[in-house]
């Protein structure tokens, strides 16, 4: 049979493609080399399995939407935990590596706090915990609050702020990663670290001093705690959400 050029090329691409197919890792599931390395999804794609609301037994009704691989908070006019309020993960966690992949939407205000004890009385708003902040930081205007940058996007809130950040831009997907192990904290953004401390430290004591927790003497200094997805009313997109206990 005489293979011409274009028969030839054109079998090579069928071939390139199914190659691609069989080995693209694909979204909200884990490789093998994960699966040996102990990661386990937070959210598989399809339900909020793993998932309830801050202070409530069940997930919010409201607020919240699993689509298309995608578990996306609802915009209701920029509220603070005012519609369907925050999630928690079921489980608690001490130390770990936790990602996430995330997606803004213009002016969106939201984040991603771990060591949440969910203290009573519940405080207005939010839960209270460490947050690695996600923002739109030329559209928000917390961006311009706080002290030297530490409300703008993967700084730890209002205490210390992040550095050397090389984000999407608003629209693309971006990668948030936290790792945790024992006091030691990292905050890292698209595979660069942006910031490091140590909960308890001088470091981190004195910038929580000028910070709007400086009356919570517990604060940060849980030994465990659930990780939260913050509804701050406005629409973000999460996926690929993981995580890793530590020894």
Do not use: C
């Not at 460490?130 to 311009?144: G, I, M, S, T, V």
């Not at 006091?183 to 981190?204: I, T």
Request: glycine share 10%; no cysteine.
């Amino acid at each position: 049979m005489k293979i011409t050029l274009f028969s030839l090329a054109v079998m090579l691409l069928f071939v390139s493609s199914g190659f691609a197919q069989k080995t693209a890792s694909p979204f909200n599931a884990l490789s093998p080399q994960e699966m040996k390395e102990g990661w386990k999804l937070l959210f598989d794609g399809k339900t909020t399995a793993g998932w309830r609301g801050a202070y409530k037994a069940a997930f919010p009704e409201k607020g919240w939407e699993v689509q298309e691989g995608m578990l996306t908070v609802q915009p209701s006019g920029g509220g603070e935990a005012a519609n369907g309020g925050d999630i928690v993960t079921v489980d608690e966690y001490s130390s770990f590596d936790f990602r996430l992949d995330f997606k803004l939407t213009e002016g969106a205000n939201s984040g991603i706090k771990y060591f949440v004890t969910e203290q009573q009385p519940r405080t207005p708003g939010s839960a209270i915990g460490l947050e690695y902040q996600l923002l739109d930081d030329a559209r928000h205007p917390d961006a311009k609050l706080g002290i030297n940058g530490n409300r703008t996007l993967a700084s730890l809130y209002d205490v210390m702020p992040a550095a050397n950040k090389k984000p999407n831009p608003i629209g693309e997907w971006n990668q948030a990663r936290i790792v945790v192990r024992g006091k030691h904290v990292e905050h890292w953004l698209n595979g660069v670290k942006v910031l490091s401390y140590e909960r308890g430290g001088k470091g981190f004591l004195a910038h929580k001093a000028e910070s709007k927790f400086k009356e919570r003497k517990e604060f940060g200094e849980a030994a465990r705690g659930h990780i939260l997805l913050q509804d701050h009313g406005n629409q973000v997109f999460f996926r690929n959400i993981k995580i890793r206990v530590l020894n």
